[in-house]
């Protein structure tokens, strides 16, 4: 009898062994296996498909579930089992060949080392076999004054060295330097490889220093509207100086008063060729409600009996503004020329509705020398004006004249045009716009007396008259008691004068009013050539 094969399969209902003619491999085995469970399999399934055709219930699917189920459990036997297998040949090999294993273990390391390290140098590798490029080398400003700085940037492909020089040496790939160089200078980049080098240059030219702003400054930090603050300045290696707003050109050093009207911020600019320099100085400006009495003097103050001294004053804030001893109202700038026969004191009054302010001056009078003589004579009649003059009497227009008097007996003295009261004795400096003639009138209980003086203004032939642009005030109505600053615009005029009140502003620029009632003030802008008028008023409210 033949020998049984490898696990020779035997049917299921009868028990009867297949016999093959020869010894089945494992493989052989498995795939018999699979025919002879299909071949069963298809053999159930047509029995009952027969079985069925007798309109019976067929108990197939419950057969070749079984069947199939078997059938899977044998494939996945047989593929754990080949697995096994295969995993045992795997070990026993690697068992048999351990030193051959080792071995190959260790040059693939070795090899994967030297892969990763070609990775990471392959940009340095090629920068071997590659001649280098600048891509840029360039400087932020060409032109710099001495003392002042200027960016390098440069960017190269392929090099394995950059220098830049003078002075940097070995630099970066790409990058940026800050140069600060006492002369002009040329700067030169150079990048190299093992296949070769290549060179890029940029030029700064230094030029001389910026201008230097040693000093500028105000004596003040503030002051009130009205005043007049002093600038200084001082300045080096400068072909050129202003100062701004309104000042204009300037010299390298000085001094120069301002009365600005607000707050204001001066620039001062100093230039060469280099550029320019910078420097910024602040006065601050504030309103004051009471007067401000900014000089009350006399000069001199000591006099012999027949001389004369000249009362001065300036005030800013005011709406009325008196000076005892027959003065009377005045200006809120202006002088006057007295004559006391005794030590006198005087008292300037200056009002602005919210308060009042006083300011006195003594002039001291030597009456040694005089000699005592009786009462004068009650006055009987109308006054006497025993001299009104004008000194010079014929100017160039835009120049001054000197209007001085002395009047006796009298109540009242006046003169016209845009002077008004005035004392029995006394002087004023006028310019007038055109050739002017000037009337005083006195007064008193017996009548009046008039004189007149002339005061011829002759015109220039050469230039242009002055041009008023602007005449402003702001606000144009304001309520009794508060102030309204007059602005103007003019250009070519020696002189100004404001009227009524006022006569020569202070400033050049602004003149800060508070009338009591409304008023319409006239600017006369004077210089050789002519002048010329503008008008406007300020509404007071009651």
Do not use: H
């Amino acid at each position: 009898m033949a020998p049984l094969a490898y696990r020779q399969p035997q049917c299921t209902n009868c028990k009867t062994l297949i016999t093959w003619p020869d010894a089945q491999t494992q493989q052989e085995y498995y795939q018999s296996q699979d025919q002879y469970y299909q071949q069963q399999t298809w053999q159930q399934y047509q029995a009952g498909q027969q079985y069925n055709q007798y309109g019976q219930y067929s108990q197939y699917s419950q057969q070749e579930q079984q069947a199939e189920a078997g059938l899977r459990s044998r494939k996945k036997k047989r593929s754990g089992s080949k697995k096994t297998n295969l995993l045992q040949t795997i070990a026993k090999l690697i068992r048999d060949n351990r030193q051959i294993v080792t071995r190959v273990s260790i040059s693939a390391g070795v090899a994967a080392i030297l892969i990763t390290a070609l990775i990471s140098f392959q940009d340095e590798i090629g920068k071997l076999f590659t001649v280098p490029t600048i891509s840029s080398f360039e400087i932020s400003q060409s032109e710099i004054p001495l003392g002042q700085s200027a960016t390098l940037v440069w960017d190269v492909k392929g090099a394995t060295s950059v220098t830049i020089s003078p002075d940097l040496g070995t630099v970066p790939s790409s990058g940026s330097k800050i140069v600060s160089p006492s002369s002009s200078m040329v700067y030169t980049l150079t990048a190299k490889s093992l296949m070769g080098s290549a060179n890029r240059t940029v030029k700064i030219t230094v030029k001389g220093p910026l201008p230097t702003i040693k000093r500028f400054s105000f004596n003040t930090d503030s002051i009130i509207a009205g005043q007049s603050a002093t600038m200084s300045w001082e300045v080096s290696d400068a072909t050129s100086v202003s100062i701004n707003p309104d000042v204009g050109e300037v010299p390298a050093s000085g001094t120069k008063a301002v009365t600005p009207a607000n707050t204001t911020t001066y620039t001062l600019t100093a230039s060469n060729d280099s550029g320019n320099s910078t420097s910024t100085a602040v006065i601050t400006v504030t309103i004051s409600k009471v007067p401000i009495i900014n000089d009350f003097s006399a000069e001199p103050l000591s006099i012999k009996s027949g001389e004369s001294s000249v009362i001065r004053w300036d005030v800013i804030g005011a709406t009325s503004i008196n000076i005892n001893q027959g003065i009377g109202g005045v200006a809120s700038k202006g002088s006057w020329k007295v004559t006391p026969v005794a030590t006198t004191t005087f008292t300037l009054t200056a009002d602005s509705g919210y308060g009042t302010v006083n300011k006195s001056i003594t002039i001291a009078v030597d009456t040694s020398a005089v000699t005592p003589t009786t009462s004068s004579p009650t006055t009987t009649g109308p006054p006497t004006i025993t001299s009104f003059i004008a000194t010079p009497s014929s100017i160039m227009l835009s120049e001054n004249s000197t209007l001085s008097w002395s009047v006796s007996g009298a109540r009242s003295v006046t003169i016209t045009p845009g002077i008004g009261t005035v004392p029995s004795t006394g002087y004023m400096l006028v310019v007038p716009g055109d050739t002017t003639t000037y009337t005083l009138t006195a007064i008193n209980s017996f009548g009046t007396a008039s004189a007149t003086t002339t005061v011829t203004a002759t015109r220039s032939t050469e230039g242009d008259p002055p041009i008023i642009y602007a005449f402003r005030a702001s606000p144009g109505t304001i309520s009794a008691g508060q102030f309204s600053t007059l602005t103007w615009d003019i250009r070519g005029a020696t002189v100004i004068v404001i009227n009524p009140d006022i006569g020569i502003p202070a400033s050049n620029f602004s003149q800060i009013v508070s009338p009591e009632s409304t008023t319409t003030y006239t600017l006369t802008a004077i210089n050789s050539r002519g002048s010329d008028n503008a008008t406007v008023t300020v509404t007071v409210n009651p």
